[in-house]
């Protein structure tokens, strides 16, 4: 579902973009970068124990007039439609998550990313792997280490399959890997079901959020918040007191928080 001028400039709005609406890769490159730095990451829904809604305009109101955040299948179905409203020929990916599963099971595909055609050259985009969100789109095509105003990431190909990795602490960290097969967005209904309804997921059973901004990226788990600088060593610290944790939730991450019924108690129920 294309959106409207009227949709594209409140999205313009939201992340703070004022480019040219034009298919180019200056424009997926400002896009995947602003995105992550104003639309957070967080699974507030899920954590809640209420449905997260997957239809472009419900995604739509929630990450963008709500001043909400959300996970991988909010976060690209929302850069997705943005880049085909702008004339981008986009097709959405299905990954199998690799972060921090060193020696456990595999995960089934439960991470959406993006394939983005621009002047005959196939680029990943992704604005919701929480905290390693990259922001800048990465080339398909070359395996070297890829420069973003976060870090470095690469691209490397296995057969059929390609494998997204991040350097964290001078060391390369798997992401995730996929291959090029076009998903349809019936097909991400029971990952997104799976990840927001299943008693063992994290999305379930943990309050997950993290955001960009200019000094680095901000992480949180539960009621742990880290601050991992780009120019000074990481901060982290515990919240105190369900006031300081909402507090954080607003401003360091910048969700809106006013209509979230329930939220109180589960904020409680972090330091019972």
């Avoid at 097969?181 to 799976?194: G, K, S």
Wanted: proline residues 6%.
């Amino acid at each position: 579902m294309m959106l409207s001028s009227q949709g594209l400039d409140a999205y313009f709005k939201r992340i703070g973009y004022d480019g040219p609406a034009t298919p180019t890769l200056d424009t997926l490159r400002s896009l995947q970068h602003l995105q992550p730095l104003a639309i957070p990451f967080e699974n507030l829904d899920s954590w809640r124990g209420l449905p997260v809604s997957l239809k472009p305009d419900a995604v739509f109101q929630k990450l963008v007039h709500a001043k909400r955040g959300g996970y991988c299948f909010e976060q690209n179905q929302l850069l997705m439609r943005v880049l085909q409203s702008l004339g981008f020929s986009v097709s959405g990916l299905s990954a199998r998550v690799l972060w921090m599963q060193a020696g456990q099971e595999a995960l089934p595909r439960t991470h959406k990313a993006l394939l983005v055609n621009v002047d005959g050259e196939q680029w990943i985009a992704d604005a919701g792997f929480g905290g390693q969100t990259m922001t800048a789109p990465l080339r398909l095509a070359s395996s070297a280490a890829q420069e973003s105003p976060h870090g470095l990431f690469s691209v490397t190909r296995s057969g059929e399959l390609y494998r997204v990795a991040a350097l964290v602490a001078d060391q390369w960290q798997p992401l995730y890997e996929c291959s090029l097969d076009a998903y349809l967005p019936v097909d991400y209904e029971t990952a997104n079901w799976y990840v927001s309804t299943h008693p063992q997921s994290r999305f379930v059973n943990n309050l997950i959020c993290s955001r960009v901004d200019a000094t680095g990226r901000h992480v949180l788990l539960d009621t742990h918040y880290s601050h991992y600088r780009l120019d000074a060593a990481p901060e982290s610290r515990n919240a105190a007191t369900p006031e300081e944790l909402r507090s954080l939730l607003q401003t360091t991450f910048g969700i809106g928080l006013d209509e979230l019924q329930g939220l109180e108690p589960k904020l409680a129920s972090l330091f019972s």
